[in-house]
């Protein structure tokens, strides 16, 4: 095994699927283009499938492919673990390579249950007191539009916040003869559209706005209630082969309102079978002073209202996110010339090795991320009981501060 550069991060990523490919280009890329103080380095990637995972290898530049996550995540020449596998895998993974003094990546969301989370983010703040840290892949956060608005929201741009509207939605499922996948199936996935892309939403509204969503009221509906077990599958979806049909059993839809502690009315719409819409991850924010709205599929640009213009000029206007003072945008092209999907995980990663190379905590924590998942078992909770008004469970945990650390 080599010895320890301070020069480079050496990484293990586990997975080679799609979150797989989009972190290994991330891992590729962000030493490129960011002047990063430790330089990752693609060690070695892990996957069932020994093909797939020498082909992933040999296109993203690992210098092996490995078979055995456990035997990976105890290696001496692994400083990092990346996790993009489904969510039933996440929690036996994160722990092994915590307990192995490795910094940890975990794809969102965190785990299938609330139990999972919270055993997750305990190992994590254990390890946090040995200076290793653990950070929930929401990877949203890094859009810079988004990121953006969040610096307006914290500078007092919308004043007091009275509304918060978030959709996601996509198409993939519109078709009732895609085929299954592991993402239709609960024993893995834990949930469907609600862990898998309302999740996204939960987190990036409580992060814009600052403040926790306390209780909901909330729908889930699953629309196609078996698939073709075989067929062809072309990105997340594809085209049953007309034979055998196996249950779904996650949901295809969900929808919640819910209420802030800072007082703001949340409306949340999520779905994978909203045709035409292939990933409208939409988030409007309502103030007193002014508004803040983002659509995903116009990711490089924010609509912002002041409700201080001049009345004769008051509107909505666009904001094209690509200027160098813009979050991460100086580091890519010019004013103007905007980017795309894989930016985000790009980005994810600069801010994973600066917080590892300055010892703070990274964002979002495994807690941050838990609090995401007490917010979808509430909704889940509240969806099995008529839709009746559910609490976010939230028992206080101790957090240790970076001075309490030593960092």
Not at 89 to 103: D, M, V, Y
Request: charged share 25%; proline share 5%.
């Amino acid at each position: 095994m080599s010895r320890p550069s301070t020069s480079e991060l050496r990484v293990a990523l586990i997975g080679t699927g799609f979150m797989g490919r989009a972190h290994s280009h991330a891992w590729r890329t962000a030493g490129a283009f960011f002047d990063l103080p430790r330089r990752p380095r693609l060690q070695v990637v892990a996957g069932r499938d020994a093909g797939r995972t020498r082909d992933l290898a040999d296109r993203f530049g690992w210098h092996e492919a490995q078979t055995d996550w456990r035997a990976v995540v105890e290696r001496d020449d692994v400083d990092v673990v990346d996790i993009c596998t489904p969510g039933d895998t996440h929690e036996p993974i994160a722990l092994a390579a915590l307990a192995a003094g490795k910094h940890v990546l975990c794809e969102k969301p965190l785990a299938n249950s609330v139990p999972e989370a919270e055993r997750m983010a305990a190992a994590a703040r254990d390890a946090r007191t040995r200076g290793v840290l653990a950070m929930c892949g929401f990877s949203y956060r890094r859009t810079p539009a988004l990121a953006l608005a969040r610096q307006l929201v914290a500078e007092g741009f919308t004043g007091e916040i009275r509304h918060v509207r978030a959709q996601y939605l996509q198409d993939w499922l519109s078709d009732p003869d895609a085929p299954l996948t592991w993402r239709l199936d609960a024993t893995r996935a834990g949930s469907g559209t609600l862990g898998d892309i309302a999740a996204h939403s939960v987190d990036t509204a409580q992060w814009l706005t600052g403040s926790r969503i306390t209780d909901v009221s909330a729908v889930l509906r699953t629309f196609v209630t078996d698939r073709p077990v075989g067929g062809e599958h072309v990105g997340l979806g594809g085209r049953g082969d007309g034979g055998e049909r196996g249950p779904v059993t996650v949901d295809d839809a969900a929808a919640f309102t819910a209420s802030f502690d800072g007082g703001a009315l949340g409306v949340f719409e999520a779905t994978r079978l909203a045709t035409g819409r292939r990933n409208a991850n939409r988030i409007e924010i309502d103030g007193e002073l002014g508004s803040i709205a983002f659509d995903y599929e116009r990711s490089n640009e924010l609509e912002v209202y002041d409700a201080r213009d001049d009345a004769r000029t008051q509107g909505f206007r666009r904001v094209q996110v690509t200027e160098p003072v813009h979050p991460y945008m100086a580091a890519w092209w010019p004013a103007g010339h905007g980017i795309g999907y894989e930016h985000g995980f790009t980005h994810q990663v600069v801010d994973l090795v600066q917080a590892i190379v300055d010892g703070t905590d990274p964002s979002p924590t495994f807690d941050d991320a838990l609090d995401v998942q007490r917010v979808l078992d509430a909704v889940a909770v509240s969806a099995a009981d008529r839709s009746a008004r559910t609490p976010v469970a939230r028992p206080d945990v101790a957090r240790p501060t970076n001075e309490e650390v030593g960092a």
